[in-house]
């Protein structure tokens, strides 16, 4: 019996006598599966009961080769009964019962003999996800949904996507790129000012010069201009008179010197005679 016979009489009847002592059978998005002769038709009784499930494989691209076989499909699941056995397992029924997938599936089959001796099979968990709504619309991620079946049953029709610029179903993706560009370019560089402001009132005149260069603000100090027209306020660098910014009380110019306080004059004994009017002797003498 030729390899495409078994595996035509494998798809009519999954759970039949098929397999090896030793065979497995993987679906690996999940990681469903069995091992050995007895577990493995038990596991595909129930994976493809039809109470449960309703597959619909179109196979589009078979490869043999010479003890294995390498099957192409565009599959359909139906999810009869809420149950999502191997292809969701565990997820709640309300996303899954009567619902329906499309998605593309690899199998690839070896064989011992005339006996199968493994079974794997792939798909794209996160188009079946996405077709469940278990991923949000909203989610601008790169994912196909039922769409992706025309690369394999349909490739001169197909919509093909240039690498780095997939199409996403949620239309999210260059919406949100142009937006990031429109906002780059509202925004406005804030430049140093040196604008000089003139002050109003007796006619005095003041200056105020922003430096463009950052420096530590302890760096920085006020300057005051002694001239009674003429004030002046530079916040700049001075590197060299930082350390005396300390000493000096703020607003306090320069050029003038504190004034010292006053001394405390000293009381000298005086050895002055008074005498009281009317000629009389008493006198008061100091000292």
């Not at 019996?1 to 999954?14: A, D, G």
């Not at 430096?211 to 005051?224: A, G, I, K, L, Y």
């Not at 002055?272 to 000292?287: C, H, I, N, W």
Request: hydrophobic residues 30%; without cysteine.
């Amino acid at each position: 019996m030729s390899l495409e016979q078994i595996w035509s009489e494998y798809k009519h009847n999954r759970d039949g006598d098929h397999y090896t002592d030793n065979a497995s059978v993987v679906f690996v998005p999940t990681a469903s599966g069995a091992r050995g002769y007895d577990a493995v038709r038990q596991f595909l009784a129930k994976a493809y009961d039809t109470r449960v499930l309703k597959i619909n494989e179109n196979s589009v691209y078979t490869t043999i080769g010479k003890d294995s076989i390498v099957e192409e499909s565009e599959t359909t699941i139906t999810f009869v009964s809420g149950d999502g056995s191997w292809v969701v397992p565990g997820v709640d029924s309300r996303y899954t019962i009567d619902n329906k997938v499309v998605i593309p599936t690899v199998t690839s089959a070896n064989f011992e003999g005339d006996r199968i001796s493994s079974i794997r099979v792939y798909w794209d968990q996160a188009s079946v996800l996405k077709q469940l709504k278990l991923i949000s619309e909203k989610s601008a991620w790169p994912i196909v949904t039922d769409k992706q079946a025309d690369s394999v049953t349909n490739i001169a029709n197909a919509h093909l996507n240039p690498f780095g610029k997939t199409v996403l179903s949620a239309g999210l993706s260059q919406t949100n790129a142009n937006e990031q560009q429109q906002q780059q370019h509202s925004r406005q560089n804030v430049h140093t000012s040196s604008r000089v402001n003139q002050p109003g009132g007796t006619g005095g005149k003041s200056s105020i010069i922003f430096s463009n260069e950052t420096e530590d603000p302890v760096v920085s100090r006020t300057r005051f201009n002694s001239n009674k027209n003429a004030s002046q306020f530079s916040i700049g660098d001075d590197d060299d008179n930082a350390s005396q910014a300390g000493s000096k009380r703020r607003g306090q110019s320069q050029f003038e010197p504190e004034p010292e306080p006053p001394t405390r004059s000293t009381i000298k004994p005086s050895s002055r005679v008074l005498k009281p009017p009317g000629g009389g002797d008493s006198q008061f003498t100091f000292g």
